[in-house]
């Protein structure tokens, strides 16, 4: 009876050192300190270092720089196991996250944004390149969709913590990164320490990869990177600006996004699994127009909000362009693959927060016609994901 409850635990514990455990540990702790670090960023930069949208457009152009360099994950990755780098890249994101609020001033802003960014954008590749190999096709959309919900959980207890402590302890900007920060790092030494060495199923290449028949999943991230900057950069900073959102207000205003998200997005992940990406990507982009036109017109701060919220459901759609890359990729291609396209995502990404900063303070509601435009794009683009998908079947059969 011992001996049989001893490997019935054994068993239980081996479970929960799956790849997918791995994978949800680091998305919670991904969650906490990243979104901790992005909610409070706009109140942070505005009251603490008097930023404008030049500031702030070359913070974030700074940010997506190492994005922009993720392709040099696949050098790093020719004497460093992908497991361990994703790791490695945790570390660094906590730490800049820890020592951002000790650093109020523009030059020590920009440093530990860079730093927290290298390690974001290290793991996001890795991440990627790891999930698309540990799951199968079929369960891929909706493990993703599993993912961005409990992603969507965690960062709205920590939007809800971050409100209880402006709203109620009124405590400092640096004490409340240090907070965040620091349980990130506690949560990285557990994952070192808890897991044994994942697997790839497939041994993966260790040189850089772009082939031609990738060809319509690059445009596709090139523009999804382009908009994404609109939003992240500027939606945020308009409630701000605009409509003078406090901490508290853009903290509930959080909250509100990953409770919709938690709830939609395994929703969603199944049916991109049902539908097929085409669809589900046509439907993005037609409501991302819609948005990003609404915010250029918009002048009710209850209807910006709205807006706000509506965008960031969307985003959940782009899990059918990370399953149509799955479908048509060589399973060898797939860690070099994350990593260029993480680059192609950020090559316009670096661009434009400076870019549209200047255009910022001309005119604020060009900056959303453009993310309109680029969404129009990106319509036209999906109309042949069907078309590829055919093509690329048809190569396996032949």
């Not at 945020?236 to 508290?248: D, H, I, Q, T």
Request: charge should be positive; glycine fraction near 6%; include cysteine.
């Amino acid at each position: 009876m011992a001996r049989h409850n001893l490997l019935t635990l054994s068993e239980r514990f081996k479970q929960h050192q799956s790849p997918k455990a791995f994978l949800i540990a680091c998305s919670v702790l991904v969650a906490i300190t990243f979104s901790a670090w992005m909610a409070m960023l706009n109140n942070f930069v505005i009251e603490k270092a008097s930023f404008s949208g030049v500031e702030i457009g070359i913070l974030q152009s700074l940010r997506e720089i190492p994005g922009f360099l993720a392709f040099t994950a696949i050098f790093i990755m020719l004497v460093i196991r992908e497991q361990t780098l994703a790791l490695i890249s945790l570390c660094l994101l906590t730490i800049g996250v820890a020592l951002t609020g000790l650093f109020p001033f523009e030059i020590g802003l920009y440093a530990t944004t860079v730093l927290m960014s290298v390690g974001f954008h290290y793991f996001e590749t890795v991440n990627n390149s790891l999930t698309l190999q540990w799951l199968s096709k079929s369960e891929a959309p909706e493990f993703l969709g599993q993912l961005i919900s409990i992603k969507s959980l965690v960062s709205l207890l920590t939007y809800a913590a971050i409100w209880f402590c402006f709203s109620v302890l009124l405590i400092k900007y640096a004490t409340a990164y240090l907070i965040f920060g620091g349980i990130g790092f506690v949560i990285l030494i557990w994952l070192w320490l808890a897991f044994p060495r994942l697997e790839a199923p497939v041994e993966q290449h260790k040189k850089m990869i772009l082939r031609k028949r990738y060809w319509l999943f690059y445009l596709l991230t090139f523009f999804s990177g382009a908009r994404r900057q609109i939003f992240v950069v500027f939606a945020g900073f308009l409630m701000v600006e605009k409509f003078n959102y406090s901490p508290a207000d853009i903290a509930l205003l959080f909250i509100a996004n990953h409770l919709l998200s938690w709830y939609l997005a395994p929703k969603i992940g199944k049916l991109i699994g049902k539908i097929g990406e085409q669809k589900a990507l046509t439907i993005e982009y037609i409501g991302l127009i819609l948005v990003f036109v609404g915010y250029g017109l918009v002048e009710n701060s209850h209807l910006a909000a709205g807006l706000y919220i509506i965008d960031h459901v969307f985003f959940a759609m782009a899990i059918a362009i990370k399953t149509f890359f799955q479908k048509i990729a060589d399973p060898a291609d797939i860690a070099a693959s994350s990593g260029v396209s993480f680059t192609i995502n950020h090559i316009a990404a670096v661009v434009i927060p400076v870019l549209f900063g200047l255009l910022w303070i001309t005119s604020p509601e060009l900056v959303f016609y453009a993310g309109a435009f680029m969404a129009g794009c990106s319509l036209v683009l999906a109309q042949l994901v069907d078309k590829i998908l055919t093509i690329q079947l048809n190569t396996q059969i032949a």
